[in-house]
């Protein structure tokens, strides 16, 4: 029989160590981004990033401990709606990321502008981020969430059995994280030309989108972008593989 115990501590376990991945390959991230503005942010060593971790890591773990509670809340309601199925994980996954994601990134940005004493750009609003990031690209945000760590820790079972070493288990899920990364890489590529489009004031429409990121980048829409999605997509599925916080 399933405890509390069971339940908490690898949510605890996984949102910790997933929080923690996220704030390390963010911030440079931020900090890359900010180049172009009249007010870059400067280069933030490991050091730097290492003093800002513990002022940042309690509100994301936070964060994702709520996350992955949905998460596995909503798996729970669909298996009992349809009688549990796999794929009930996978899209859980994709419709609870969504606002869950633009909250930790927001927080990320705001907090990498405070450690260098800058208030946020006035854009980093969360509510402006949810209006212009993703809900222009909605159905190509669930869809990449939904496959690609939604995917990997679906596919990571049948291709590294649960009682593998957790070592091996690591690597499996990072394996299978990478591998669901860039077959998912056209929708995340069309999530983001719907929202550079709805910036420049336009509403696209879920398929205009798509056929906008087509056309501006041939067969490269399939791939163009990948190095910066997959260490956070394989790292995640890995530590998720191991820590199993949707187990039932």
Known sequence: MTTTKDVLLPLATSSLACSATLIELTIPQVVRLS??????????????????????????????????????????????WRGPHPLHLSLSYGLVSGPCRSAAYNLLIAGTYAHHGRASPGDASLARFWRTKVVPGLAWSVLRDSGSVGGGIVVAPYVVPRDASPPVKFLGGLGCGACCGLATQLFHNAALTAG???EAGRRPGTLEAMRVCVAEHGARALYVNYPYRVAVIALWTGILHVADPFRR
Do not use: H, K, S
């Not at 003093?51 to 309690?58: D, E, I, N, Y």
């Open 35 to 80: 180049r172009p503005t009249a007010e870059p942010l400067p280069t933030t060593p490991l050091t730097a990033r290492l003093a800002m971790l513990p002022r940042l890591l309690g509100p994301q773990t936070a964060l994702t401990v709520v996350q992955f509670g949905c998460i596995r809340e909503l798996r729970d309601a669909m298996d009992r």
């Open 196 to 198: 550079r489009m709805a």
